[in-house]
């Protein structure tokens, strides 16, 4: 059986607003179909692919060269600088990213609170669990 997601459960799980995930479904930009009760539900198959989709690619859709694949864009909620370090964090939807850089390159980088940033994310170990 396939999972399928009411439409403030999608929401949630792309950071918008119940009412811009009816848009898209009114629009045709993501299915969703009634269930026995009336209520829209989305696919979870049909969900997923519309997310790949929507995936930013850098400005006007261009490709990057790097082997990174994992990338959230967000707006830049703190900077801790001390004489060598920084400590930069990203509210990248519901998603808080830490990342620890050095001072040299926050500074290079114009980290400061309200600048959009995307936080690249490249591990040898990540841990994916069942959400309850």
Known sequence: MTTTFRISEAA???GVSADTVR???????????????GHRRVPGPE???????QSWQGEAGEH??????????????DVIRDGVMAQVEIQAGP???????????????GLEVGVVA????KSTNVVVELAD
């Open 12 to 14: 949630a799980l792309l």
């Open 23 to 37: 848009r898209w479904v009114d629009g045709g930009r993501l299915p969703a179909a009634r269930d026995d009760n």
């Open 47 to 53: 969900l997923a692919a519309f997310v790949r989709s």
């Open 64 to 77: 990057r060269a790097s082997s990174a694949r994992n990338r959230m864009r967000g707006i830049v909620t």
């Open 95 to 109: 998603f808080r990213v830490v990342s620890l850089m050095s001072r040299e390159a926050a500074d290079d980088l």
């Open 118 to 121: 995307e936080a690249v994310i």
